[in-house]
């Protein structure tokens, strides 16, 4: 990898990715629509001599391919809003792949587990069937199969799936909403299931992996899990974050009744609805391809990543209001 650009970096995986090349001395472009939000991301990694910022539209591939300015590998972590997934999500991937065939750059996708359905065994493989079964998870297929599509001859694409996540960056995940109402010291709402352990990977520690598996030459072509380092329940979560905040507000778990309702005033909500099974039955990622074939898994401890996270997320409250 002699230099990457980071779509959508000022984002919740965009951000720690960056943050992880710009660590490792790797020439990167952050590439995202706010010139504001992009300053503030440099200010926050020390402005390191690596790092290029540039604006632009993801959804537009000329803007993409003038920003690269000879990166030979994307890094795609731009997302759509969670309601608008089914409408711009593969908009989305054809403009970045497009970009990449232009370019004849590798492509890292980062992805989640909406394309499996339900679960068929203990820990999945990158194997294991794509039966999705909800409107989202057969979205997410089809963004996978044009990702893959034979029509690019020049792009190289992989894609990295993730668990649910956390980190101070996380922006459109179940648990952000959560932790950030911990972080504050306000009640607040756990979305499904707080009894059900499931799978969580800290950020930082995934951006770290990723970037171990787009540095691999024959990585591309494939598909990649990054599992989280053990099972956490929704009662752990709170309680592990709110003996970090000191703060112990009331968290109330949010089914399918309590989604639906304020569902009718706020979209997001009502689309997460039809996951919820996820919570009720966890699917969990083997890391087995990984350890065979890229190293050691190397996580930091839940406990410490979530109150670490906790903290930060405390700290940038106080500078808001400082």
Do not use: C
């Not at 004849?104 to 679960?119: E, L, N, Q, S």
């Amino acid at each position: 990898m002699q230099k990457a650009i980071v779509l959508g970096a000022t984002g919740g995986v965009g951000h720690p990715l960056t943050a992880e090349l710009a660590k490792r001395g790797v020439d990167t472009i952050a590439f995202g629509r706010s010139e504001g939000k992009l300053e503030r991301l440099a200010r926050q990694l020390g402005r390191p001599a690596s790092l290029q910022l540039a604006t632009g539209d993801a959804f537009r591939p000329d803007d993409i391919v003038r920003a690269a300015d000879g990166a030979d590998v994307i890094f795609h972590s731009a997302n759509v809003p969670y309601h608008e997934m089914a409408s711009r999500l593969l908009p989305l991937g054809e403009s970045v792949m497009e970009a990449a065939e232009r370019l004849g750059a590798k492509v890292v996708v980062v992805d989640g587990i909406y394309p499996y359905g339900r679960r068929t065994a203990d820990k999945a493989t990158e194997d294991h069937p794509k039966r999705p079964h909800t409107r989202k998870g057969k979205v997410r297929l089809a963004y996978e199969e044009l990702v893959f599509d034979a029509r690019w001859r020049r792009a190289k694409p992989l894609i990295v799936r993730l668990p649910d996540y956390y980190g101070p960056s996380a922006q459109a995940s179940y648990l952000s909403v959560t932790m950030e109402a911990i972080a504050a010291g306000k009640p607040t709402a756990f979305i499904g299931n707080m009894t059900v352990p499931r799978e969580y990977v800290y950020l930082p520690d995934a951006a770290r992996m990723i970037v171990e598996i787009a540095s691999r030459e024959d990585a591309y072509g494939q598909n990649w899990h990054i599992p989280g380092p053990g099972l956490l329940s929704g009662r752990d979560i709170v309680r592990i974050a709110q003996a970090a905040s000191g703060k112990r507000k009331a968290v109330v778990p949010l089914g399918r009744i309590g989604l639906s309702l304020i569902g009718l005033f706020q979209p997001v909500m009502r689309e997460v609805v039809e996951m919820l099974y996820l919570t009720e039955e966890p699917f969990v990622l083997s890391g087995e391809k990984y350890e065979r074939e890229i190293g050691p898994l190397v996580w930091t401890p839940h406990e410490r990543a979530i109150a670490d996270t906790i903290r930060e997320l405390m700290n940038r409250g106080g500078e808001a209001h400082s």
